[in-house]
């Protein structure tokens, strides 16, 4: 069984930076692409950035020039640097990885971590 756990979260003020790490275990062939979800209260959930297993990257016109993706595929973990925190950051974040498990792949999610960004 594959297993993505988040950590990072946590409260900041504006202007202030997090750095979210998303860390896969389990047994599995290889991991495809990653990215990072979040979900403000009362929204939908809304992707954020996402990363090919080669590194080509993806962002949310939202976070474009204060968030930054990144991976260490030899730790299977995903990362999100963010800069320059916003109260409308303020959402649970949540990791999701395409995961190749003999021959198949499936998607799997990690549980959430709470970032808030106090004005």
């Known amino acids: 069984q594959v297993k993505l756990v988040e950590s990072g979260g946590g409260l900041m003020q504006a202007g202030g930076s997090l750095r979210l790490s998303c860390a896969a275990s389990?047994?599995?062939?290889?991991?495809?692409?990653m990215g990072w979800y979040r979900q403000a209260p009362g929204k939908q959930r809304e992707l954020v950035a996402d990363?090919?297993?080669?590194?080509?990257?993806n962002y949310a016109d939202s976070v474009k020039g204060r968030f930054t993706i990144s991976r260490d595929n030899a730790k299977n973990t995903m990362y999100l640097q963010m800069n320059s925190l916003k109260p409308e950051d303020t959402a649970v974040y949540s990791c999701?990885?395409?995961?190749?498990?003999?021959?198949?792949?499936?998607?799997?999610w990690g549980q959430g971590t709470q970032v808030t960004v106090s004005s």
């Open positions: 999701n990885a395409n995961v190749r498990v003999v021959g198949l792949s499936y998607n799997y």
């Open positions: 389990g047994r599995f062939f290889s991991i495809n692409a």
């Open positions: 990363i090919s297993s080669g590194g080509t990257t």
